[in-house]
């Protein structure tokens, strides 16, 4: 194969060009060559764009583009097999062996040890070491995720660095942080922790709470009843996660005795563990007690069928709650509750409601519901939302097709890659959930675990002006 030259070489023109006569042969033979030189020529086009905002000043362009080829590797990955990961994952070694950690994000690095990054645990101290450097949420995130991946004696430290930190988060900062990063401590970590937030007085209660799910047996019970009591209260602020987790901890009695005081949302919640204890009829009786809004009881009929065949009731119940639905409001249920409703509705009907949708919520709603009819009508929601998705898409409406790109043809995936993965910038491309992440599962959609490989490796050669070596060396991260 012919060498490419440097993207600093190329002028816009030359640029123009050959993007052009890129796409042109991609959309012709939609065979893996043609992709992974299109993907070449994006980059350069992006390499042009950064240029012209003056992001490529000689002193940082080599950390920069370490750093890029980082975050690039960890969108990779994610969607690839795990057997298939080491050539990329060897890409990933040596950026963040030479990326300078000022430039290289926490959280990718942690991103690749969970990928099975060679070096792993030294890898999730240096990203607790640049977390430790920096402030606000993402610093806290990552300095709780590096201590689930370090020996216990020095997770410790950097759970004193991280509530340190936190102290000076907002609320709703501390619901996000309290949701994402206590996944994955295991039980022995998390009651640590949990001792350690007690001792400093239970500041941020955000944290005990969604801590006290995973306690070891004996700590668990006590944990939980007081988070209970300070969710009734309103004096934590919790997202749907946390209260989920907790949830699965309640016994039917709680959960009765709930009922009696919890809000429309939280009591929709608590039907639903009730149907898990056996006990749906009786959380459906104590739900209709209180809430008489026919959405409502609609909405807690669907949570207690979400395993199960519903009842001829139940059925009538939801049908006639719907009867007067725009097909705004419909679609909004099909995000929400798709996976049960096609118990309640025949799948034709569902698909029916959205035909006339055809902004973003009737994109994200199509996509929605994709998974859960058979394979024709499967067929015919996502051919409407790719089409859509060139005039009314947008990041959400590009996730939620993305999560359905094993079903998508690899022309429709070709087709939304070429759409969305070309952008103004390399930063706006390579950056953390730039248009390479959301792009990732279209491009595996494409040409799979391999040619994902060769797209790594070309993204290597075009920041770095040649390929890296196929392994990594021992030590990690820039010379002291």
Same mark, same amino acid.
């Given at each position: 194969m012919t060498a490419r030259p440097a993207l600093a070489d190329l002028d816009a023109d030359t640029i123009e060009r050959g993007l052009s006569a890129a796409v042109e042969a991609l959309e012709a033979r939609t065979d893996r060559g043609s992709l992974v030189d299109w993907v070449w020529w994006t980059l350069a086009d992006a390499h042009e764009g950064s240029r012209a905002r003056g992001e490529l000043s000689a002193e940082d362009a080599a950390g920069k583009a370490y750093a890029w080829l980082a975050e690039a590797a960890a969108a990779l990955v994610r969607v690839m097999a795990p057997p298939s990961r080491g050539p990329v994952l060897a890409l990933a070694l040596h950026a963040v062996m030479h990326a300078p950690d000022e430039m290289l994000r926490p959280g990718t690095l942690l991103e690749l040890v969970r990928s099975e990054l060679p070096g792993g645990e030294v890898a999730a !101290?240096?990203?607790?070491?640049?977390?430790?450097? !920096?402030?606000? +949420?993402?610093?806290?995130?990552?300095?709780? $995720?590096?201590?689930?991946?370090?020996? $216990?004696?020095?997770?410790?430290?950097?759970?004193?660095?991280?509530?340190?930190?936190?102290?000076?988060?907002?609320?709703?900062?501390?619901? !996000?942080?309290?949701?994402?990063?206590?996944?994955? $401590?295991?039980?022995?970590?998390? +009651?640590?922790?949990?001792? +350690?937030?007690?001792?400093?007085?239970?500041a941020p209660r955000e944290w005990l709470v969604a801590l006290a799910p995973q306690l070891p047996d004996e700590a668990r019970a006590g944990a939980i009843d007081q988070a209970r009591a300070w969710a009734t209260e309103g004096t934590v602020m919790l997202d749907g996660k946390v209260r989920t987790a907790l949830l699965a901890c309640v016994d039917a009695a709680q959960c009765l005795a709930s009922l009696d005081e919890a809000g429309a949302d939280d009591a929709v919640a608590l039907v639903e563990r009730l149907a898990t204890l056996g006990l749906r009829d009786e959380g459906l009786s104590a739900f209709d007690r209180r809430f008489s809004e026919p959405l409502r009881r609609m909405e807690a009929r669907l949570a207690a069928y979400r395993t199960g065949t519903p009842s001829p009731r139940a059925i009538d119940h939801v049908r006639g709650a719907t009867s007067g639905l725009d097909a705004a409001r419909w679609a909004e249920l099909i995000k929400r509750h798709a996976p049960v409703l096609v118990a309640f509705f025949e799948e034709a009907e569902l698909v029916a409601r959205l035909a006339r949708l055809e902004d973003a919520m009737g994109i994200e709603a199509r996509a929605a519901l994709a998974p859960f009819v058979g394979a024709p009508l499967r067929r015919r929601l996502l051919r409407e939302a790719v089409s859509l998705q060139r005039d009314a898409g947008d990041t959400d409406t590009l996730a939620a097709l993305a999560r359905c790109a094993r079903w998508l043809e690899i022309e429709e995936a070709i087709a939304l890659s070429v759409l969305e993965l070309p952008v103004g910038s390399l930063e706006e491309l390579l950056r953390e959930h730039g248009s390479l992440w959301w792009t990732a599962p279209l491009l595996h959609r494409a040409v799979g675990d391999e040619g994902l490989v060769e797209v790594a490796r070309v993204i290597a050669e075009a920041l770095l002006g040649c390929t890296p070596p196929a392994h990594g060396a021992a030590g990690f991260g820039p010379s002291a």
């Open positions: !101290r240096r990203a607790a070491h640049i977390a430790s450097m !920096r402030h606000g +949420k993402s610093a806290v995130d990552s300095l709780v $995720l590096a201590s689930a991946l370090l020996p $216990l004696d020095e997770a410790s430290a950097w759970f004193d660095e991280a509530l340190t930190q936190a102290a000076a988060l907002r609320p709703d900062e501390l619901a !996000r942080t309290a949701s994402g990063a206590m996944d994955g $401590l295991g039980s022995e970590r998390a +009651k640590m922790l949990y001792d +350690k937030i007690q001792s400093r007085g239970g």
